[in-house]
């Protein structure tokens, strides 16, 4: 199974997602699927593209390129990835929802498959029909929390 494996951040990032995606990515190959991870970079010395324990990594300048209202930049991500999507045709994705989720959504259609979402916090201001999280669940066939209380506030 080909698995696109969407995050805001990945190594040589530290924290909880990274951590995760560090175990689960790995066991994901062991059990012989391709995975391909997109991901934002918070520097510009990041390689573009790069190979972590025989992980496919692309590094896109999204999470800079949204603070900044970068729109020439924006559209520049949103092309390669679509072509990036296009060519990788995944069977799933597993997206941890966050700001890079928009860049998803806005390429869904390029190679659509079932999208898993993992929440990690939800926004107070999230649930507007119109909100990039709502545009985010609704585009998913399963989504999941990572605590008994998100859980509860995404039945509600």
């Given at each position: 199974?080909?698995?696109?494996?969407?995050?805001?951040?990945?190594?040589?990032?530290?924290?909880?997602?990274?951590?995760?995606?560090?175990?689960?990515?790995?066991?994901?190959?062991?059990?012989?699927?391709?995975?391909?991870?997109?991901?934002?970079?918070?520097?510009?010395?990041?390689?573009?593209?790069?190979?972590?324990?025989?992980?496919?990594?692309?590094?896109?300048?999204?999470?800079?390129?949204?603070?900044?209202?970068?729109?020439?930049?924006?559209?520049?991500?949103?092309?390669?990835?679509?072509?990036?999507?296009?060519?990788?045709?995944?069977?799933?994705?597993?997206?941890?929802?966050?700001?890079?989720?928009?860049?998803?959504?806005q390429t869904q259609r390029a190679a659509p498959a079932p999208t898993v979402t993992?929440?990690?916090?939800?926004?107070?201001?999230?649930?507007?029909?119109?909100?990039?999280?709502?545009?985010?669940?609704r585009a998913s066939a399963v989504v999941n929390a990572v605590s008994a209380q998100g859980h509860r506030r995404l039945t509600r």
């Open positions: 199974m080909r698995i696109l494996y969407w995050t805001d951040l990945f190594l040589p990032h530290i924290g909880g997602i990274e951590t995760f995606s560090m175990d689960l990515v790995p066991a994901l190959q062991a059990r012989g699927h391709e995975v391909m991870v997109v991901t934002s970079d918070l520097t510009l010395d990041e390689p573009r593209v790069d190979t972590l324990s025989g992980i496919s990594v692309h590094r896109f300048p999204t999470w800079n390129a949204l603070r900044t209202n970068d729109f020439g930049t924006i559209m520049g991500i949103r092309k390669a990835v679509t072509a990036l999507k296009r060519r990788f045709q995944p069977d799933v994705a597993h997206v941890h929802f966050g700001a890079t989720s928009y860049t998803y959504v993992t929440v990690h916090a939800i926004p107070e201001s999230s649930f507007t029909a119109d909100s990039l999280f709502s545009k985010v669940l």
